[in-house]
Nanobody
Framework: QVQLVESGGGLVQPGGSLRLSCAAS????????IGWFRQAPGKEREGVSC????????YDADSVKGRFTVSRDNAKNTVHLLMNSLKPEDTAIYYC???????????????????????WGQGTRVTVSS
């Protein structure tokens, strides 16, 4: 089955860290641009961190800059989102997405609608609370 599956979400205290994973099956992730998005209750979906496989650009939202880092593990066909110094306002469902078109990371992070992507995961919940 061709899909993306996120994992690694959970409950963490403010100031803590989590590493989310996005595993691909049925296709090879290193040929795709990757986006991480989140949606908090009652809020619009926002692009968190994106990187383009076509031009190598990366983009991080101002709200997570310096705290979140995206990395690839090509051997495991998986992308990770390492989240440090977590805040209560980081509470949301986090989604990963993959696209094969040549798009800059800045543009990718504005593609908040799932149909714009080739693949979109089911999401993993992150709760930051004491």
């Amino acid at each position: 089955q061709v899909q993306l599956v996120e994992s690694g979400g959970g409950l963490v205290q403010p100031g803590g860290s989590l590493r989310l994973s996005c595993a691909a099956s049925g296709f090879t992730l290193d040929n795709y641009g990757i986006g991480w998005f989140r949606q908090a209750p009652g809020k619009e979906r926002e692009g968190v961190s994106c990187f383009s496989s076509s031009d190598g650009t990366t983009y991080d939202a101002d709200s997570v800059k310096g705290r979140f880092t995206v990395s690839r593990d090509n051997a495991k066909n998986t992308v990770h989102l390492l989240m440090n110094s977590l805040k209560p306002e980081d509470t949301a469902i986090y989604y990963c997405a993959a696209v094969s078109r040549d798009i800059t990371a800045f543009t990718m992070c504005r593609m908040t609608s799932a149909p714009l992507w080739d693949y979109w995961g089911q999401g993993t919940r992150v709760t930051v609370s004491s």
